[in-house]
């Protein structure tokens, strides 16, 4: 009788997790993500479920999410790595806000709380970064994963401090992924004549074209990181 019901309840985890992904509610597998129907995206346009630095799907790495206008358009990044990039690029950056990770909204990043370096992973760093709109919160985290409780203004220039080497290291990260972009292309996908201006613009022509067929995570990654390559 035990087995009988040990059975039965694999199946409807199963049969659950099969609705789930159809109706776009995927249980995450990441610390970072959120089942796309709970991320808030602020940014708008075909591009508007990608981080417009890095490509990254926004939902993947919801938990680290910072926003932005940014001359006067709303970007919405998959961390504050990105937003710390496109500061670094000169254009007027106003409205910063991040995700609180205990109501999953946006709120206002300069009187967030954050936790520099816990256990968790972090998001296009190796150090992780992780924001609470309460103090308590955050030490709450802390106290469990580890990492140090910081202000914004001290949890930028910290990022702002080691930007170029990050950075550096991401490239070349990125340029591998183009590679294997590249090789899974050529596999099983359709010529694209098309340019793109990004990852994201990329990533966007790859789900809504379709010339790869059905693609996620690591194979969307990638073969958009290769085709915005051909660019440049």
């Known amino acids: 009788m035990k087995k009988i019901v040990l059975v039965l309840a694999a199946l409807v985890m199963v049969s659950s997790n099969g609705y789930a992904e159809k109706m776009g509610k995927k249980m995450p597998t990441r610390f970072q993500a959120v089942s796309p129907d709970k991320a808030v995206i602020l940014q708008e346009g075909e591009t508007k479920m990608f981080c417009p630095k890095c490509g990254m799907t926004l939902p993947m790495f919801y938990k680290t999410n910072h926003a932005a206008h940014v001359d006067g358009k709303p970007e919405q990044y998959c961390s504050i790595h990105c937003l710390a990039e496109t500061m670094a690029d000169g254009g007027k950056v ?4 991040v995700v609180d990770n205990t109501t999953l909204k946006f709120i206002d990043a300069s009187t967030a709380s954050y936790v520099f370096g816990s256990s968790k992973a972090g998001t296009m760093t190796m150090t992780s970064k992780y924001a609470f709109a309460n103090k308590a919160d955050a030490e709450a985290f802390a106290k469990e994963f580890g990492g140090k409780v910081m202000n914004f203004d001290d949890t930028l220039a910290s990022v702002k401090s080691t930007l170029a080497k990050e950075t550096a290291m991401i490239k070349k ?4 992924a183009a590679q294997k972009g590249e090789m899974i292309f050529n596999k099983m996908c359709k010529p694209v004549d098309a340019k793109f201006n990004s ?4 990533k966007t022509y790859l789900k809504t074209q379709k010339p790869c067929g059905e693609l996620k995570g690591k194979k969307l ?9 051909r660019n440049k």
């Open 221 to 229: 990654q990638a073969i958009g990181l290769y085709l915005n390559s």
């Open 94 to 97: 106003t409205d910063l806000k």
């Open 173 to 176: 990260k990125q340029a591998m």
């Open 199 to 202: 990852v994201a613009e990329a």
